[in-house]
């Protein structure tokens, strides 16, 4: 089973709906991790509003510091899904995983009514979806 760790600025949307959505779509062939450079501290509500809406119910959901994760388990890869923990200097990764980045649009950052704020965590969730389904092969 090869171990998948989603990096973000604040691991309260992006990095929380890849964690879930993988390890709901891998039926056990991967298991998603997911943290944050400087965690927020919280979830964001749209983001488990958007997974239950696809019938993803996701497990121990919480930000968290990417420290975490510096003394292991190991990974396999490691995807930053926002642009700015892409550009900070990460821990150095036990095992030296792969790594890629995949620059998704913010949806936390959007503002507006609560309709457009809820389209831009969908939007998120499905550039996410897309990506994580070509990294499964489906």
């Not at 095992?95 to 936390?108: F, N, V, Y």
């Not at 457009?116 to 070509?134: G, P």
């Amino acid at each position: 089973m090869k171990k998948v760790l989603f990096l973000c600025t604040g691991n309260s949307a992006r990095s929380i709906l890849a964690e879930a959505y993988l390890n709901h779509a891998a039926r056990g062939r991967f298991t998603a991790y997911s943290a944050g450079s400087r965690p927020a501290g919280k979830v964001n509500p749209l983001a488990i509003e958007v997974l239950n809406a696809r019938g993803i119910r996701p497990r121990q959901t919480r930000s968290k510091s990417w420290d975490e994760f510096a003394g292991g388990p190991t990974m396999d890869l490691i995807i930053t899904v926002c642009d700015s923990a892409a550009a900070e200097a990460c821990p150095v990764w036990p095992g030296r995983p792969a790594t890629e980045h995949w620059s998704i649009a913010d949806p936390a950052a959007v503002q507006g009514s609560d309709t457009v704020k809820r389209q831009a965590f969908e939007a998120a969730f499905d550039d996410l979806k897309r990506r994580i389904d070509r990294l499964l092969g489906a």
